[in-house]
């Protein structure tokens, strides 16, 4: 590592709060000049909130940042770029229909006597693509070149602007293997010529493949900082799925250890169930009354096997059983009248309708079942919405209020009470407790448990590896989306033991 | 209620700004007399004149609210027109109600069928709405012609006249029919599950589709239900002028249309609708045509008049400038745009700039896919 005395990048104790809830306190990042860094941590870890912090994008409410060793105050993306900070994000935000050449120098195009002088643009695009030895005919077309190309071409862009940091938010997840390796080529090349870069992934192999350090985040927060060669996979994801015990209050302990015994007949058997670039094909049993947790790192496929079950996209392979008759995985309507119910862990894109009133989605599910000839008598209606508004402490109580202005821990229980009214008898919940403050996480917790305890069968996924311990009778393990183990859970099960599973289970 | 009262403030303070310049030009404007047994007065006019827009602007409101849009009513409203005169003038026996109900029931089926061709384009091939709705706009202004033979048919027909100059005590006929209409689909859409699905499904497909609900017949049924009052609106058109003319019959109505439903509060984005916002938005867009006769403007500049009211009209609904016109009188200053706001920055950020959904989430970082 050839270190210089000033790091290009400095950030810490940083502090970002949104509405309702922080999301960093105390994050920090130290980025060397020649160095590829990568920054690591699971959803609502920070990390997007962090580079955004670092690129403009959302000022910081706390912390300090330097940039080549003096303090800087990052006004916006403008300002980040004339501080030789580039971005390029997972999705190509370049323009398809423009040449190569238009869009590396889209909006600082050389110009001539008579304006934009297209030849000087294109012989400047191609000295910067033969200056990495890429072979691109810059006049073509951007959207004629694959995905892999356009991202390289978002780099050039990048490098045009002279940056000293390059910042890489996801930049292989769209990517095949061949790809992977042509990027990485040219980040290799990049970090040669002392640019810093900022590597986020999920892929830990990658990190392992092309990183010299890494930082770590968890919940907002500052981990740590390794050097990649001294801290082996294993004890990675123990840094960012987080070993220690929890700060949130324990749920009743273990009340729901009386659940039914193993042996009961399960609600739903799947077999086979799959997806051809989702999830390879799996099998899953559950009993009613049991927990069962989905564990795996983020696109470890938890979610895309959980989608199967419910409909929500169509399995390839396989089929569902729920009390031994088949249920046709169609569509979510054919599965929510087999009794299953699904909480998105997308809340704002695939939960709540944002202007609809609390009222309105907490109901949405059950009128939708019962079709649009037969709504609600009021008084039913009332009812109902005043009940699962105090059961589940949803603050504002008024139930007219607009879904959409409520803070993530009530719209996550408003979803999860439009699914609880329908007194389903399979929950899976994906990621309820991502992005909700300490005490609604709690709330959340001792209501899937309470939930299992009147026999409901719960699926519950969520990247916080204590939790899902915590709740389950049984933890399936995910990893490159296949399920590699299931493990059963008599209030035992070593954290360690999971984190073994994840990092190498299924490994041939 | 009180919410929706407010949403309703502002297209109801532009209605009363607009009778309130025409009463002071026209000092009689609001006078309601009964001549022959039928009402008179500008209001009454104003009314009368407005039901096609009103009727049409009805079936949008639901297409909209669905995120959708029906450019093609104009072209439904020639179709119908068409067919219900040709009938009638083809017709042994013009004058007998029988062959008007026939032609009002065949002109009515072929704008339902019209809308369903839609709703099928939209919902079960997902072509764009004003795409598919700009293949019928086209098309059926086409076939309206086809049918009239390119000439304008003229229909000399008591009943089929009275539908849009009878009353009924004393009330014209047109205003019974958007009366009646109004409350058929506030009964249709409010005290069913409709309203409230509809609303779903436009304010967040996917999460309308995870919760179970059948988005696909839905929306065939909006586009549907848009073409019948269409099809109505080009029977009261012609009923009016006794003639049905297949170039010009609805012209441009499908603007007036959805500029009264945005009036009335609807977004074009979907979502929330509002029946009572709707009707006001097609009465303001009514009145404004009424105020440019009887104000006198002349011919040549009543676009331009049309045109600076309605600009005004949103800008008063535009809620940023409500706060930059507010701000010197209140305590704060304008709200400051967001960075990420779209369309705010500068055009070179572009392509650096994170793409705006979901920057301002945490909880919604880093979700794959």
């Known amino acids: 590592m050839e270190t210089t005395a000033e790091p290009a990048v400095h950030m810490s104790g940083i502090v970002k709060d949104f509405p309702g809830v922080r999301a960093l306190d105390g994050a920090g990042l130290r980025l060397d000049p020649g160095e590829v860094h990568a920054l690591l941590g699971e959803n609502g870890a920070g990390k997007s909130t962090l580079i955004k912090v670092l690129t403009g994008v959302h000022p910081p409410d706390g912390g300090r940042i330097s940039i080549g060793g003096r303090p800087a105050d990052i006004a916006g993306p403008l300002d980040a770029e004339r501080n030789g900070i580039a971005t390029v994000y997972q999705e190509v935000n370049l323009c398809p229909n423009l040449s190569v050449a238009e869009n590396i120098l889209l909006g600082r195009e050389p110009r001539g006597r008579f304006g934009i002088s297209p030849r000087r643009m294109n012989r400047r695009a191609a000295e910067l693509a033969t200056g990495l030895e890429l072979d691109l005919d810059v006049t073509r077309a951007l959207g004629d070149y694959p995905i892999a190309v356009q991202q390289l071409v978002s780099i050039l862009r990048a490098i045009d602007l002279d940056a000293r940091v390059l910042v890489l938010d996801e930049p292989t997840s769209s990517l095949d293997r061949d790809e992977v390796r042509i990027l990485f080529d040219l980040v290799e090349r990049l970090r040669s010529r002392g640019v810093a870069i900022l590597f986020v992934t999920h892929f830990l192999d990658q990190v392992y493949e092309l990183c010299q350090r890494m930082t770590v985040l968890r919940n907002g927060r500052l981990v740590g900082e390794f050097a990649t060669a001294e801290l082996d996979q294993r004890a990675l994801i123990g840094h960012m799925l987080g070993e220690q015990a929890g700060e949130l209050d324990r749920v009743e302990e273990r009340a729901h250890r009386e659940a039914p015994p193993p042996g009961t007949e399960p609600l739903l058997r799947a077999r086979g169930l799959g997806r051809s670039g989702g999830i390879a094909p799996y099998d899953l049993d559950i009993a009613p009354g049991r927990i069962v947790g989905l564990a795996g790192l983020l696109g470890s496929g938890r979610t895309e096997a959980a989608r199967l079950l419910f409909g929500a996209d169509r399995p390839d392979t396989g089929g569902v059983h729920v009390d031994g008759r088949p249920v046709p995985l169609r569509t979510p309507r054919a599965a929510i009248a087999a009794g299953l119910a699904y909480c998105s862990e997308d809340r704002k894109a695939e939960g709540l309708v944002a202007d609809l009133s609390i009222a309105d989605n907490l109901l949405l599910a059950m009128q939708a079942a019962r079709g649009w000839m037969r709504p609600l008598p009021a008084k039913t209606r009332s009812e109902l919405v005043e009940r699962y508004i105090r059961a589940l402490r949803i603050r504002p109580a008024a139930p007219d209020t607009p879904a959409g202005s409520l803070s993530g821990g009530n719209q996550q229980k408003v979803l999860l009470g439009r699914w609880l009214i329908m007194q389903p008898r399979l929950l899976i919940l994906d990621e309820p407790t991502r992005g909700i403050d300490v005490g609604a996480k709690a709330e959340v917790q001792r209501l899937v448990a309470a939930q299992a305890q009147e026999g409901t069968a719960v699926l519950f996924i969520s990247s916080e590896l204590e939790e899902v311990l915590r709740l389950s009778h049984r933890v399936v393990v995910l990893r490159d989306r296949r399920v590699v183990n299931a493990l059963d859970n008599e209030g035992d099960l070593d954290m360690d033991r999971v984190l073994a599973e994840i990092a190498e289970g299924g490994a041939q | ?369």
């Open chain 2, 1 to 369: 209620m009180s919410a929706q009262m407010r949403r309703l403030m502002w297209p109801l303070l532009v209605l009363a700004g607009l009778l309130a310049a025409n009463l002071a030009v026209t000092p009689g404007f609001f006078e309601i007399s009964v001549k022959d047994g039928r009402l008179y007065g500008s209001l009454v006019d104003i009314l009368h004149f407005g039901t096609p827009l009103l009727l049409i602007s009805l079936g949008m409101t639901l297409v909209i609210a669905l995120r959708g849009i029906d450019l093609s009513v104009g072209a439904v409203v020639a179709v119908s027109a068409a067919l219900a005169c040709e009938m009638i003038a083809a017709a042994d026996h013009p004058g007998s109600p029988a062959t008007v109900a026939a032609a009002v029931a065949t002109a009515l089926g072929a704008s339902a069928l019209l809308g369903l061709w839609n709703g099928f384009l939209v919902a079960v091939l997902r072509i764009q709405p004003i795409v598919a709705t700009l293949i019928l706009m086209i098309a059926g202004r086409g076939v309206a012609q086809l049918i009239t033979g390119g000439q304008i048919t003229t229909v000399r027909s008591e009943p089929y006249r009275r539908i849009a100059a009878g009353d009924v005590a004393a009330v014209p006929v047109t205003l019974v029919v958007a009366a009646a209409t109004v409350l058929l689909m506030w009964l249709l859409v409010r005290r069913t599950a409709l309203g409230l699905l509809i609303e779903a499904i436009g304010g967040n497909a996917e999460a309308g589709r995870l919760a179970g609900i059948r988005a696909t017949g839905m929306t065939v049924a909006a586009y549907t239900f848009c073409g019948v009052c269409a099809g109505l609106a080009g029977v009261v058109i012609s009923a009016n002028t006794g003639s049905a003319d297949g170039n010009n019959a609805g012209l441009w109505i499908e603007l007036d249309a959805i500029l009264a439903v945005v009036i009335g509060g609807t977004l074009l984005s979907g979502g929330r609708f509002s029946i009572a916002g709707t009707v006001l938005g097609a009465v303001i867009v009514q009145s404004l045509s009424t105020t440019v006769y009887t104000m006198g403007v002349p011919p040549e500049s009543a676009l331009v008049f049309k045109a600076v009211v309605v600009f005004l009209v949103c800008l008063l609904q535009s809620p940023r400038f409500r706060a930059q016109v507010a701000a010197p009188f209140g305590r704060g200053r304008p709200p400051r745009p967001a960075p990420t706001g779209p369309g705010l920055a500068p055009s070179e950020e572009d392509a650096v700039r994170p793409t705006a959904t979901g920057a301002d989430e945490p909880g919604r970082q880093e979700v794959p896919r």
